[in-house]
């Protein structure tokens, strides 16, 4: 454990006296957050997949701004026609600039990957650490992991979407289901190493119950490791949804999701293969960007991977 180990809490210090010199602390040093800064700033990978995503981010924010087009704007004249000064990566079978669709898009892949991750990084951290703290509570709720791991992630989230239907809301629910085991997998695990630590079981024996345990002195040493994690599961979360848009399960046409845009591009790729060749690439680089950016997290973070 780094210098984020915590240190008892304020109440008890002032019955039982002054820490040793030994007692970590609970937060990072504005001295330690610089480091931290500066290691990442140094980490190439990982600013690479954080400038790709800063870029994506605002263009998708933007997007009714920098798109030369609407994303439902139809030329029928132009129909498949290959990139060009007019439109920039071709347009599709209506005439519809794909470039402007894919502004559009990333409205759609990211807000699902992004916020299906929130969800299950809440969820799956509550229920995890539950399960490291509260041994009575640890079989009944890792029983209920260990069901929900028996179906393959793609299947789940394909269950789920058949049984509450197509569209946004019931994807992103979908995948958060999807992703909460793994979690509160990770995160049970490393609630039952910090449980047994010194200054968990100092603060113990100076008085502090569970409930002040777990929010001063358990939940802050998790928060780096799980968003790395989590980090790292954005990028499945958004191959996950366009993959459900793809197989009609999710966003549905005429709306420019990524993987509806495949869908639809497929029928034609004999023709027009530049229909379907620009948002697989653009799937294929949010997917390469989210890693490269948990990798550089991991590495920063990680004391046993600095040099």
Do not use: C
């Not at 809440?122 to 992991?145: N, P, W």
């Not at 459900?244 to 990524?258: A, K, V, Y």
């Amino acid at each position: 454990m780094t210098k984020a180990e915590v240190e008892p809490p304020a109440k008890a210090l002032a019955v039982t006296g002054s820490p040793t010199s030994s007692t970590p602390s609970p937060y990072v040093s504005s001295s330690s957050r610089h480091r931290l800064l500066k290691g990442f700033l140094r980490n190439r990978p990982g600013m690479v997949g954080l400038t790709v995503l800063v870029i994506l981010l605002l263009l998708a924010l933007f997007a009714p701004i920098v798109a030369p087009y609407g994303w439902k704007e139809q030329d029928i004249i132009d129909r498949f026609q290959g990139p060009s000064a007019r439109h920039w990566l071709g347009t599709d079978e209506l005439g519809r600039d794909i470039f402007s669709r894919l502004l559009y898009g990333a409205r759609y892949s990211l807000t699902m990957g992004i916020t299906a991750i929130a969800i299950s990084f809440a969820a799956g951290t509550l229920l995890g650490t539950v399960a490291g703290f509260y041994q009575r509570l640890d079989s009944l709720i890792m029983r209920l992991i260990d069901v929900m791991m028996a179906f393959p992630g793609i299947l789940l989230a394909i269950a789920i979407v058949a049984a509450l239907g197509p569209g946004m809301i019931n994807v992103i629910i979908a995948i958060g289901i999807n992703e909460v085991p793994g979690f509160a997998r990770i995160t049970r695990s490393l609630v039952l190493t910090l449980r047994e630590r010194e200054f968990v079981v100092a603060a113990r024996v100076m008085g502090a119950d569970n409930a002040e345990i777990v929010r001063r002195h358990v939940m802050i040493n998790l928060v780096s490791p799980l968003i790395v994690f989590a980090s790292l599961r954005v990028s499945t979360a958004v191959l996950i949804g366009a993959t459900l848009s793809f197989l009609g399960l999710g966003i549905q046409p005429p709306i420019p999701e990524w993987g509806a845009m495949v869908s639809t591009a497929r029928e034609y790729l004999a023709i027009a293969p530049h229909t379907f060749i620009y948002p697989t690439l653009a799937i294929l680089l949010t997917v390469v960007a989210f890693n490269l950016l948990g990798d550089g997290m991991r590495d920063t973070l990680d004391p046993t991977m600095r040099k």
